[in-house]
């Protein structure tokens, strides 16, 4: 089972990115897939899913709005659209995966992560 993510950068405040879970290993169409992130000194924290259909999606109150998660299930990858970056929303963003119907936000219900990849905001 591999998770892989990629995409993140330095990028000014107001910028965009979009970040990629390429996954491999399993069948993905059968999980939920999330986004995580967890910034310096704080605990990790759940930023948007999506179902396994890619049906249903959930996001943090923090993005709302600015980001946006989809998934190719043709490609087995899940993608984290990120507009209107503030400083704040620095962190290592992580994907991970769930068995569980659904979109959970907690992150005991996660069974395989990827290594993260850095985002960074500048203001």
């Known amino acids: 089972v591999q998770l892989v993510e990629s995409g993140g950068a330095l990028v000014q405040a107001g910028g965009s990115l979009r970040l990629s879970c390429a996954t491999s290993?399993?069948?993905?169409?059968?999980?939920?897939m999330s986004w995580f992130r967890q910034a310096p000194g704080k605990e990790r924290e759940f930023v948007a899913g999506?179902?396994?259909?890619?049906?249903?999606?959930k996001y943090a109150d923090s993005v709302k709005g600015r980001f946006t998660i989809s998934r190719d299930n043709a490609k087995n990858t899940v993608f984290l659209q990120m507009n209107s970056l503030k400083p704040e929303d620095t962190a290592v963003y992580y994907c991970?995966?769930?068995?569980?119907?659904?979109?959970?936000?907690?992150?005991?219900?996660?069974?395989?992560w990827g290594q993260g990849t850095q985002v960074t905001v500048s203001s």
């Open positions: 991970a995966r769930s068995r569980i119907v659904g979109v959970l936000t907690t992150m005991t219900m996660y069974d395989q």
């Open positions: 290993g399993f069948a993905y169409d059968d999980y939920a």
């Open positions: 999506a179902s396994s259909s890619g049906g249903v999606t």
